[in-house]
């Protein structure tokens, strides 16, 4: 199955300039060798997820409550910092919001995206299938694709370039290797700079595995990737604290070391939800290391 085809089932109302994109992209997807059901499951599921199945272009900062603006830029949640009685003047203002945000009036974050002059935090604001976001980045993503996306920024979308920012994004994150692992953690992460909208991302990666089993590949997904070391370590640390039933050593993150990582969590009174993410990963050393000095004489 073709990805456009994929693309067509999973999200019916994307906007044509992704369309055509993915229409005439057989041959880029190729050379950026997302080839194979997982990588193509995870490549979409987060391209359509930063885009909303296709229907957005731009990022989008019309925000029409101020409860909504706060708990995204306020104090305690981005740098911006924007204080309740400033909100008023940034509510359906996207080019003010912008500048405060992204631009000039952020003196901080606008140095690390590359906004050097007045507007250029609307002008550069998220734009595309992994949403590239400030002039530095516009430019360094031209510079790879071969498009003046810095000058010309409307470029970032068109059916000619769109595929290209995202898939050099991909590569020079290495996102296939953690496709292969079935790693949708650390994608995100390595994608958002956090894990905002993992489990959006999680539901549209089933989405978009159901779509590819349809066309042959029904495998489950972990059973599909490939193995890590990490995992392994994970597993053989579980089953030392005392898992039960005690995990098989295989190097893949499927539903029973998932289980496994819950009955950790919480039995070390730490958020519960089978990632073994940075939090995890400290209680568990915490634990073997405690354990050990024990058992010494």
Not at 10 to 39: H, M, S
Not at 199 to 221: M, P
Not at 223 to 240: G, P, V
Request: with cysteine; proline share 4%; charged share 25%.
């Amino acid at each position: 199955m073709r990805i456009v085809t994929i693309v067509r089932k999973v999200a019916p109302r994307c906007y044509p300039n992704y369309l055509k994109a993915f229409e005439d992209g057989d041959e880029i997807f190729d050379r950026f060798k997302i080839n194979t059901p997982l990588r193509i499951a995870h490549f979409l599921a987060q391209a359509l997820y930063e885009t909303g199945r296709g229907t957005v272009l731009f990022e989008s900062l019309k925000y029409k409550t101020t409860a909504r603006l706060l708990e995204i830029f306020g104090i305690g949640h981005h740098s911006a910092a924007i204080r309740p009685d400033e909100v008023d003047q940034y509510l359906n203002n996207d080019r003010a919001l912008a500048e405060r945000v992204y631009g000039l009036s952020n003196p901080k974050k606008a140095k690390e995206l590359g906004n050097t002059k007045p507007g250029d935090g609307y002008k550069y604001r998220g734009g595309g299938l992994l949403q590239t976001t400030g002039g530095a980045n516009y430019l360094r993503m031209g510079k790879l694709a071969g498009v003046d996306f810095y000058n010309n920024p409307d470029l970032i979308v068109s059916p000619e370039a769109a595929l290209l920012p995202a898939l050099h994004e991909w590569n020079e994150g290495g996102l296939n290797a953690y496709a292969d692992r079935n790693d949708i953690r650390t994608i995100t992460r390595l994608i958002n700079g956090g894990y905002n909208g993992l489990s959006g991302r999680t539901e549209l990666f089933e989405v978009v595995w159901s779509a590819i089993g349809k066309s042959g590949a029904n495998q489950v997904a972990w059973k599909a990737a490939t193995t890590s070391d990490e995992t392994r370590e994970l597993q053989e640390a579980l089953n030392d604290l005392g898992a039960e039933p005690a995990l098989v050593v295989d190097g893949r993150y499927g539903p029973a070391t998932a289980q496994a990582v819950e009955w950790f969590q919480n039995h070390a009174k730490i958020p519960v939800d089978g990632n073994a993410g940075v939090v995890t990963q400290a209680a568990l050393n915490l634990r073997l290391n405690s354990r050990t000095a024990s058992e010494r004489p």
